[in-house]
């Protein structure tokens, strides 16, 4: 399993923005080079930030973009899931329908695994942006 690119470049945008004093607009230029991202991903992937209430758009001649919360408040798994949707390591996790061999109850390996993905999701949803800008 490996997390996407538009991720990798989503966790930058939210790092960078959050280490803009609050209110600060960050025009996409500014953000595509300091943080490395090829303009046209950086559109693209910022939408979804946009989109799920992590990041607010700004247009006009001042425009750009700002945090849409306080970065205490957004977490890895925020992020995550605003690009790649909720995490699921298996299909069988989010519905027992698609057990293809049609268990009756989950199998071993569906526990497990239901396993390994709560953990998953609560170690990213246990670093937020404020202290990741503090290490």
Known sequence: MQLNQAT???FRIVLYL???APGEIATAKTIAQREEIPMRYLLKTIRSLVKAGIVRSYRGMEGG???AKNPKD???LDVVEAVEGP???NRCLKDHEYCTKHWV???PVHRVLGGIQATLIRELGGHNFADLLAR
């Open 105 to 107: 109850k989950p199998c």
């Open 65 to 67: 973009f700002a945090l």
């Open 18 to 20: 959050s280490s803009l």
């Open 87 to 89: 995490v699921r390591i």
């Open 8 to 10: 990798d470049y989503s």
């Open 74 to 76: 957004i977490t890895l």
